[in-house]
């Protein structure tokens, strides 16, 4: 499964590389991708795992940066 989200309040392109190496060290994530120009998460991962991937990529981002706000809608 493939989806991509809105993140709100990314700051720079060097946090949106760290929070897509961190995604892409997750378990059962396929592929990820974290774009500063659009502010958009990709998550790319098998269905079976899809919604803890995502509770776990909201977790690594607000590591690297805490006042991004990934929109889960």
Known sequence: MKKVFKLEDLDCANCAAKMEAAI???????????????????????????????????KCIAKVEPDCRVILR
């Open 24 to 58: 892409k060290k997750l378990p059962g994530v396929t592929n990820a991708t974290v774009s500063f120009m659009t502010q958009k998460l990709s998550i790319e991962a098998d269905d079976a795992v899809f919604d803890e991937v995502v509770q776990a990529a909201v």
